[in-house]
């Protein structure tokens, strides 16, 4: 399933989503993050219902509003932005299902190479390239390595149980940290991080729910473990040498 996903772009889409959402009569002549998210996701839930067959939903941890210390799967859903907002909905209308459904919640995917971009190529570039990197030293994330969310995808299927799982990476950092884990392994210049706040960063952007410590207990009783932030770039690096 395709997802909008870029922040500030949906974000922008919200006042013309709210005015439209109920007048949306072709998907593939509207871009916005409600059509593509809400409405192709209910495309999909009606197919199978028709048809009976499992759904497997990606969402996100922008579904909560970064207010608590971490969160559980089972945790209130408090988006407070345009995307988490989207998604948040596509979720309900997986929830009402009527064929066995999951959700599995990811955060800041990353791997070796991706068709689009994301956080840790972009990072790595700006490192290629000697440019300077400001990264947030008061945001918490929990990173998932799609490599690791493949395995536990074809693990899952073969044993499966309805709900709702946090896929996520075995641990949090700040994206500072996360820079700081990329020169280390992969020997780029350190001088070239600087840290700055969210508050700055940020700065006219779409808010953002800053405290994503994501809780993943659920993997544990399934046997899987998720590789850290760090354990996933050392895989990335012998990938990237082969």
């Keep these: ?90 979720e309900k209308l997986v929830k009402a299902a009527m064929v066995p459904l999951a959700i599995f919640r990811i955060a800041y995917p990353y791997r070796a190479s991706f068709i689009r971009n994301n956080f840790f190529r972009s990072i790595m570039k700006r490192l290629e390239s000697r440019q300077q990197v400001s990264a947030v030293i008061d945001h918490h994330f929990t990173p998932t390595f799609i490599d690791d969310l493949a395995l536990f995808i074809n693990a899952f299927i073969s044993n499966w149980q309805d709900g709702i799982f946090h896929v996520v990476g075995n641990g949090s950092l700040t994206p500072y940290d996360a820079c700081i884990d990329i020169v280390d392994i992969f020997g780029y210049d350190k001088n070239l991080i600087f840290s700055t706040t969210r508050a ?40 990237l040498s082969l």
């Design 1 to 90: 399933m395709v997802a909008k996903s870029d922040i500030d772009t949906c974000e922008l889409d919200r006042e013309e989503d709210i005015e439209r959402k109920e007048k949306i009569e072709n998907l593939s002549l509207a871009s916005s993050a409600w059509a593509i998210n809400v409405e192709g996701t209910r495309n999909i839930v009606d197919t199978c219902n028709k048809t009976g067959k499992k759904i497997i939903y990606i969402s996100t941890d922008f579904v909560f509003d970064g207010a608590k210390d971490f969160y559980f799967d089972g945790d209130r859903e408090n988006p407070i932005n345009w995307y988490g907002q989207t998604k948040f909905e596509g």
């Design 200 to 239: 700055e960063f940020f700065k006219n952007r779409a808010e953002r729910p800053f405290n994503l410590i994501m809780k993943s207990d659920k993997l544990k009783k399934l046997d899987i473990e998720m590789n850290s932030f760090k354990e996933g770039l050392k895989i990335i690096k012998k990938q």
